[in-house]
């Protein structure tokens, strides 16, 4: 059951379809701002054809932790591996990451964007200023509890192109712990991994991106997360490093089944994963990022 907030009917009615609409919703952690985008892509789907973009990494809904996701009302999902569970470090991957699953979605009349939660301070303004202006939609969707948006919206306030839109949280929203919060990606993984086997992939002639190993000291690569993907970037899986053979030009890796003739490379993250760990099965990889990603 998704509790109506005020205002979501009246933006829900005016996403009818008669003209692309594409929606950004923004606001702090716990704003409810997924449940937002549900409930808009849900009534909009009766109508027009609808794509659902979600860039949160951390708390992802259509692709596991790490991902930004795009599903399309009419059955097509698409998943970009970002690397890690917060944008910290990794603008650029979120960024290319959501123009690229947007981009994907352009076939439909509605598509609602799900947007990072990374919102406080001037880090956050400034890269919601950027993920705005590079996918340039028409209504931007902003949850506040009073002003803390108001910097942010003030770039957009003159845009004869983009409807300002501002809701208050609904006090149906519930506040989430860290530790909740970790919980929430534990699960995630171990479902998405859940029915996995080691697979053994060549990876000559494979590109290769990401957090790149030292080929000549693979010392630590035991449990880094990577992904497979096709010629377009978009993930054909994650897999969990077991070993990498340089000699052999070979990578086994623990992941769900995928059609290895169609891995046009292969991106390494920022993580490193141990589905044997209890609470803690993540460990941050990336230096600005800090030692734990829990």
Not at 24 to 30: A, I, L, R, S
Not at 156 to 170: D, N, Q, Y
Not at 204 to 209: D, K
């Amino acid at each position: 059951m998704i509790r109506i907030g005020e205002g979501w009917e009246d933006l829900a009615a005016a996403l009818d379809g008669a003209t692309p609409e594409r929606v950004y919703v923004v606001g702090p952690t716990d704003s409810g701002k997924t449940t937002l985008c549900r409930y808009l892509a849900e009534q909009a789907f009766a109508h027009a054809q609808t794509a659902y973009v979600d860039c949160d990494t951390g708390q992802s809904r259509i692709g596991p932790p790490t991902t930004e996701g795009m599903a399309l009302s009419s059955g097509p999902t698409y998943i970009r591996f970002v690397g890690s569970t917060s944008p910290g470090g990794h603008f650029i991957q979120t960024l290319t990451a959501a123009k690229r699953l947007v981009e994907k979605a352009a076939g439909a009349r509605v598509t609602v964007i799900d947007s990072p939660g990374l919102v406080a301070g001037r880090v956050g303004a400034e890269f919601q200023f950027h993920m705005i202006d590079l996918l340039r939609p028409t209504r931007i969707v902003a949850l506040q509890r009073g002003r803390e948006l108001e910097r942010l919206l003030a770039n957009f306030a003159r845009s004869p192109k983009t409807a300002v839109h501002r809701l208050p949280v609904s006090p149906a929203a519930v506040a989430r712990t860290a530790t909740g919060r970790r919980h929430y990606r534990e699960e995630r993984f171990r479902d998405y991994f859940s029915g996995s086997r080691v697979q053994e992939v060549p990876l000559r002639g494979l590109g290769l991106q990401g957090r790149l190993p030292d080929m000549a000291n693979l010392r630590g690569i035991e449990g880094r997360l990577v992904s497979f993907n096709d010629p377009e970037n978009f993930a054909l899986a994650l897999g969990i490093v077991e070993e990498i053979s340089p000699g052999e030009r070979t990578l086994r890796a623990l992941a769900p089944p995928f059609d290895h003739a169609a891995v046009a490379s292969v991106r390494f993250g920022s993580l490193a994963l141990d589905l044997d760990a209890g609470p803690g099965l993540m460990e941050s990889l990336h230096p600005y990022a800090g030692k734990s990603a829990r």
